[in-house]
T-cell receptor
Framework: KAGVTQTPRYLIKTRGQQVTLSCSPI?????VSWYQQTPGQGLQFLFE???????NKGNFPGRFSGRQFSNSRSEMNVSTLELGDSALYLC?????????????FGPGTRLTVL | EDQVTQSPEALRLQEGESSSLNCSYT??????LFWYRQDPGKGPEFLFT???AGEEKEKERLKATLTKKESFLHITAPKPEDSATYLC????????????FGTGTRLTIIP
């Protein structure tokens, strides 16, 4: 069974631009969560989508948004990029509910903002 | 707000030298505490779930324990392949279901 895939793996943008990251969950999984990982803050929860609806949300500004399609694939968008948005963005999928022991993480997208 | 603090930030051990990693947490009703392993360039990989104080879980050289305020990941006679960053996370049992992670302990086992 194929794992969680994320594209692109690496991305370089400049301040003020916007970026879209993509996540394809494990086949059959309907919940997709997004996380931001930085050395100083660690892994921080952004949001979770289930059946095309945002079900849980972290404490990030409105510049961070996401969506989920009918095939469970998800995209995350960051508008008006800031230097502090440089991070590893991880996606995780699970079959139904958001739970720490049923999530499978992708390899992440490394975003660098110059 | 839920909080997780891990210590130490980094730990270097000789092969075979046992030690423990600490995860202190505050959460409004614990649904579960989770340990993950993360290798460079990869996403976290699930290791253990602990639900209530006094619970213990073991897997090969790793053993996780839980009290009402902290969890320990004990590593016995580690090998170089145990080198990784170990992450701890908590999930509350009501309200927002989001997971709250610590910043991790970077473990290096020297042959």
């Amino acid at each position: 069974k194929a794992g969680v895939t994320q594209t692109p793996r690496y991305l370089i943008k400049t301040r003020g631009q916007q970026v879209t990251l993509s996540c394809s969950p494990i086949s059959g999984h309907r919940s997709v969560s997004w996380y931001q990982q930085t050395p100083g803050q660690g892994l921080q929860f952004l949001f979770e989508y289930f059946s095309e609806t945002q079900r849980n949300k972290g404490n990030f500004p409105g510049r961070f948004s996401g969506r989920q399609f009918s095939n469970s694939r998800s995209e995350m968008n960051v508008s008006t990029l800031e230097l502090g948005d440089s991070a590893l963005y991880l996606c995780a999928s699970s079959l139904w509910e958001l739970a720490g022991d049923t999530q499978y993480f992708g390899p992440g997208t490394r975003l660098t903002v110059l | 707000e839920d909080q997780v603090t891990q210590s130490p930030e980094a730990l270097r051990l000789q092969e075979g030298e046992s030690s423990s990693l600490n995860c202190s947490y505050t959460v409004s009703g614990l649904r579960g505490l989770f340990w993950y392993r993360q290798d460079p360039g990869k996403g976290p990989e699930f290791l253990f779930t602990l639900y209530s104080a006094g619970e213990e879980k073991e897997k090969e050289r790793l053993k996780a324990t839980l009290t009402k305020k902290e969890s320990f990941l004990h590593i016995t006679a580690p090998k170089p392949e145990d080198s990784a960053t170990y992450l701890c996370a908590v999930q509350a049992n009501f309200g927002n279901e989001k997971l709250t992670f610590g910043t991790g302990t970077r473990l290096t086992i020297i042959p």
